[in-house]
């Protein structure tokens, strides 16, 4: 049902979280506008997030102990129109990091005590989280949200216990970059089946493809910093392209 990748390189109440650290988030610059964000000519026009060909490294997303923004405040704008990638049509695996730009996160509005909740991917610009232009519709900018900085699933990081977000079934990985922007059921994982690809959320039945999952390694809730999750240190949160799971040939 799944493959791992075969290259190396290095790389409430709301939803339980499993072991959480209280450690924040070390000092770290925003990443190069130009490699990870190219704005239009005007804050009329669009910016484009590129798609990247390997895992991000999670810290790209962290500026000091919050995430990092881009753009003006989405209330300035001139015009409704968002933030894109590029849709290339291709299928988006874990090793093309589910086709999410770099600074994504995925973000839990108005959390409740259910067990499993919908996460969008959103990018923060200064006065909060903001989806891209062909997401159903923008975040409401007053909601409380708790955001999850994620990583592709591997065998190391997928255990029960972790907060994880992953796809409808039987879809098994997002079809194209505009599908990755789907809703993502974000809950703690109850169990993994290796054998049959799936993973199961706490409170929820229906399996879903371990190919189509993204594992939480930091939150971070508004007027909070950025928390790593699950007691990990800094280095050990990314995730090498080697070690992705990917659909069989």
Sequence with gaps: MWRAGLVLVAGCSLIAQAGPSTSSAPARSSPLQDTYVTPGPDDAAPTYMPILSAPADPWLGVAGDKPVTFGKPFVALKSPERWLVQDDHKPCTAARDHCLPA?????????????????????????????????????????????????????????????????????????SPID??????????????????????????????????????????????????????????????????????
Excluded: C
């Design 103 to 175: 600074i994504t996160w995925i973000v839990v509005q108005s959390p409740t005590r259910a067990d499993v909740q919908t996460g969008r991917p959103a990018a923060f610009r200064p006065d909060g989280p903001d989806t891209p232009y062909y997401s159903s519709a923008p975040l409401g900018r007053d909601n409380p949200y708790i955001a999850y900085r994620t990583v592709p699933a591997t065998r190391t990081n997928l255990v029960p216990g972790v907060i994880a977000s992953a796809i409808e079934f039987p879809d098994a990985y997002p079809t």
């Design 180 to 249: 990755a922007f789907r809703y993502w059921h974000t809950g703690t994982v109850d169990k993994v089946d290796w054998d049959m690809g799936f993973v199961y959320l706490v409170g929820r039945e229906e399996p879903m493809f371990i190919t189509g999952t993204r594992v939480a390694v930091m939150s971070y809730t508004p007027g909070g910093k950025v928390t790593i999750l699950g007691g990990k240190k800094r280095e050990e949160l990314g995730v090498a392209l080697g070690d992705v799971i990917l659909p069989a040939p």
